[in-house]
């Protein structure tokens, strides 16, 4: 089979064993620890600002280079003739043009919409990709996500800004219908495990995959698990985690009364997670709100785009290339500067 | 006769073998698979006396077939400091470096995985062949976990594998379209030939243009007396069809237009056809213009090497606008052409502030969209006189041709020029029919033959990845009668005639004005009996 083999062995292996250090160590060392297990939160109080620091030194190096050229990718008409129609949000003008091609391409991930099989019927055997799946999963995988740091700002906000409790009405209604389940750790879940199985499963993508790949997968899978069974199996005492997470955010140290092996492994691999994220691929989300090809408006002919660096060249100027023809040009009866 | 083939012969190649397409990876991880090049899927070496032209380092005589391809002393140095150098200049390939996820989605967008099914041909792993360096030399994790971190050490493989598959890529942008951030693999390739060029190594059917370019002003090599005699011979045939003798002004002082446009429009069918379409839509406008033999190409190879040569190519333009003091300038019929004109030059070259915003000189429509770099594509100004009504046609005369359009990539993906030739085709063609939705317009499929790639010795690959295109060529075909390709592109006129030959028999590739020029009604002259390719009107089928 392509792409497994030694390869796979030592990427996912690799990604599976460093997740597992990332919650097990935690547990570990709270056991060892005993009654001092709180000095844990200590190295954990510092990934947030592990976070900040990294994030903004790895965004600050790529704003210091220059973006060279302005080359917009244009997937619509242009805006030309004032008959032809053009596609606006295609092929953006203005700066209201271009914010609303982002929130297309970045944010409702238009791009993967696209993706249709390629007429006519091309190479036998040519799979793809699984089309439109991978739209609607990595379209779910982030809303989810999204909704469940939302709802986590509870623990952090007291009172809990209107929008969280919004959030907390859509679950509850689902919660009514099928009790003990909220329908994003569902979706969460399903679609962290989709993205986990195409990647294994369409040998092309396997074949393409790295431990950086695999780790944030793993990693996320682990949060997902470990939080649900702390929301929907367990009985670990939230309230106790609310009042340190709030004590903390006041500059108060809270303890609950015991450690929760649970909540360690969970808490730990989130830490993980904001140290691991402005050091990898998933600063794609920066980088797709700053990417030259979507965020550039296609006005190059009208207004011209300035690159500091613009090098000097050596050019053959006319007079040099006149010198070289002039005998013919003369011959031929074409104009030349000096007869 | 088979014994008698050569792989740069589309002949060489049995359909049913091109056709077979093993899509799934060959086992091993990729970074250790070796690269092997075989006759017809490599270009020829760059000549040195081409590099020497241009004063480009390290030219010297090597073949991808030799084991030792005499890299220069120190090449990894020079490699890696071409490397820092572009990406602290290019926030652009900064990100592309980070932000990919590896998802795939652009593996099987590409015409060259689509017709080869080589996984280094997807675009991500295209990219990957010089992240994977990125990671090794320039990141903390690709340093100290190596392999693990997706990160490998620069071999003289490495740079064959450059070689190999940044000349297997047209830069075309298909990719990108479907990439959630964007990426653009034309962004990789061509830093994967700009390091390449540092060490000598590039393609001679890329650097002979450029040199040429550099020293004639047009990418054949074609001396100015050359030029007025094609273009006096073009104006011969076009008098045996029209019986109209047109004036072809060149280097003229003072004419408001200048016009540029590729050389090979002037000697290579079928784009000959073409230029002779310009021609009597320029008799027929009365238009005050002129070519130049300084500024003969529109076209820029240098694209395709570094952003350096391409800037030192295309300077030739506004310069020879200004001596010649022309108001605004025109552009033929080309794709990577446009590319450059559109994104590049007004940053590099420009500004052009000696020029004025061009403005019809017979509807008067002033194109505000091009009022900085003051260049305007031939296709918005036909449709903009057909638009207003201001050319009389007869279609009828394209009775005979049932035409498709092919987008170009550069025209489309680069700039978004989808409607106006298709405004201009529709009213010059009786018989228009689109291909399949997710091969036209900003989808569009690959010639197989752009940035660089046109050449013989390399005709399998040309073959392959025109090979989506000429499927959906022949399925219009047998589906509307289609016997004609319309397309606005030098590139395209040439390599998408090899691939109808060969994936579409029976259609044949046509420029835009070609089809003007055969509908076009001027005063004077004969009644048209023959097409602008002297058959009898109708006949073409």
């Known amino acids: ?339 | 006769m088979a014994a008698q083939r050569k792989p740069d012969q589309p002949e060489f190649y049995e359909r049913s073998t091109l056709e077979r397409i093993e899509y799934a990876p060959p086992p091993g991880a990729w970074p250790r698979n070796p690269v092997a090049f075989h006759h017809g899927e490599f270009l020829h070496p760059a000549k040195p006396k081409n590099l020497e032209a241009l004063g480009l380092p390290s030219a010297h005589a090597w073949s991808p077939l030799d084991e030792d391809w005499q890299l220069p002393a120190g090449w990894q140095q020079i490699v890696l400091d071409g490397l820092r150098e572009r990406l602290e200049g290019s926030r652009t390939l900064r990100l592309m470096m980070d932000t990919c996820v590896r998802c795939g989605a652009c593996a099987e967008k590409c015409p060259f995985f689509i017709g080869s099914g080589d996984p280094k041909n997807m675009p991500v792993l295209r990219a990957e062949l010089l992240r994977s360096i990125y990671r090794k030399y320039f990141t903390a994790s690709g340093r100290i976990l190596g392999e693990f971190a997706g990160a490998r050490e620069l071999t003289p493989q490495v740079i064959k594998e450059w070689f190999k598959y940044f000349f297997q890529c047209t830069e075309c942008r298909r990719c990108a379209v479907f990439c959630p951030y964007g990426i653009d693999t034309a962004e990789f390739t061509m830093l994967g030939r700009d390091l390449l060029l540092r060490l000598g190594i590039s393609a001679n059917w890329v650097m002979e243009p450029v040199a040429n370019c550099y020293r004639t002003g047009n990418h054949l090599g074609i001396q100015p007396q050359g030029i007025k005699d094609s273009l006096e011979f073009l104006a011969d045939e076009l008098e045996e069809v029209t019986g109209i003798r047109v004036e072809v002004p060149i280097n003229r002082k003072g004419a408001e237009i200048l016009f540029v446009t590729p050389s090979g429009d002037l000697m290579a069918d079928p784009g000959t056809y073409t230029a002779m379409g310009y021609l009597a839509l320029f008799h027929e406008l009365g238009l005050d213009y002129t070519f130049s033999t300084y500024a003969s190409e529109g076209g820029n190879f240098g694209l395709f090497a570094s952003p350096e040569l391409m800037k030192r190519l295309n300077a030739k333009i506004y310069a020879e606008a200004k001596r010649l003091g022309v108001k605004w300038i025109l552009g033929g019929e080309c794709g990577h052409m446009w590319r450059v004109v559109h994104q590049y030059m007004d940053t590099m070259n420009g500004p052009a502030d000696f020029l004025e915003v061009p403005t019809s000189p017979i509807t008067g429509t002033r194109f505000a969209h091009a009022r900085g770099t003051k260049m305007l594509h031939i296709a918005e100004l036909t449709a903009d006189l057909i638009a207003h009504g201001r050319l009389k046609l007869d279609p009828a005369r394209n009775a005979g041709v049932t035409a498709t359009f092919h987008d170009s990539c550069n025209p489309a993906r680069a700039m978004g020029l989808l409607e106006e030739p298709r405004a201009v085709l529709r009213a010059v063609c009786p018989n228009f029919h689109e291909m399949a939705a997710d091969t036209i317009r900003e989808r569009t499929l690959c010639c197989g033959g752009g940035a660089g790639l046109g050449a013989d010795e390399n005709m399998e690959v040309r073959l392959r990845a025109g090979m989506g295109r000429g499927k959906a060529v022949a399925q219009v075909r047998d589906a509307c009668g289609v016997n004609t390709l319309v397309t606005i592109c030098a590139i395209d006129r040439a390599t998408l005639t090899t691939v109808c030959d060969y994936w579409a028999p029976g259609v044949r590739v046509a420029g835009l004005h070609e089809l003007v020029g055969n509908a076009l009604v001027m005063r004077g002259g004969k009644p048209r009996t023959h097409n602008l390719r002297q058959e009898p009107l109708g006949g073409e089928a």
């Not at chain 1, 970045?106 to 919409?113: G, I, K, S």
């Not at chain 1, 409790?165 to 962290?192: G, N, R, Y």
């Not at chain 1, 980088?287 to 408006?297: E, F």
Request: one cysteine or more.
């Open chain 1, 1 to 339: 089979m392509p792409g497994t083999g030694r390869h796979l062995a030592v990427h996912i292996g690799g990604a599976l064993a460093a997740v597992a250090a990332a919650c097990a160590l935690p547990v570990l060392m709270a056991w060892l620890l005993g009654p001092h297990w709180p000095v844990l939160l200590l190295p954990l109080g510092l990934a947030p600002l592990a976070l900040v620091v990294l994030f903004v030194a790895k965004v600050a190096r790529w704003m210091r280079a220059p973006v060279p050229f302005r080359v917009p990718l244009t997937t619509g008409q242009q805006r030309g003739s004032a008959t032809l129609p053009r596609r606006r949000f295609d092929n953006p003008h203005s700066t209201f043009e271009v914010v609303i091609r982002v929130l297309l391409d970045v944010f409702l991930l238009r791009p993967l919409f696209r993706a249709t099989p390629t007429a006519p019927r091309l190479g036998r055997g040519l799979a793809h990709g699984m089309a439109r799946w991978l739209w609607l999963f990595a379209a779910a995988f982030h809303g989810a996500l999204a909704i469940v740091v939302l709802r986590h700002l509870r623990m952090f906000l007291q009172p809990a800004p209107h929008f969280v409790a919004w959030l907390e009405d859509f679950d509850v209604a689902t919660e009514m219908l099928l009790p003990k389940v909220h329908a994003t750790s569902v979706i969460l879940l399903l679609a962290l495990l989709f993205l986990l199985g195409r990647r294994l499963v369409l040998v092309r993508v396997r074949y393409i995959s790295l431990a950086a790949d695999y780790f944030p997968l793993f990693l996320l899978l682990a949060i997902a698990v470990t939080g649900i069974v702390m929301r929907h199996l367990t009985r670990t005492d939230v309230t106790a985690v609310q009042q340190l997470a709030l004590g903390l955010a006041a500059g108060k140290l809270v303890l609950p009364a015991r450690a929760d092996f649970w909540l360690l492994a969970h808490v730990f691999s989130v830490g993980t997670l904001l140290v691991y994220f402005p050091l990898s691929k998933l600063m794609h989300l920066p980088g797709a709100l700053l990417s030259p090809t979507l965020t550039l408006a296609n006005n190059n002919r009208e207004q011209r785009y300035i690159n500091a660096r613009n090098p000097q060249v050596e050019v053959l100027h006319y007079a040099d290339y006149e010198a070289a023809f002039r005998d013919r040009m003369i011959e031929a009866g074409l104009p030349v500067e000096k007869e």
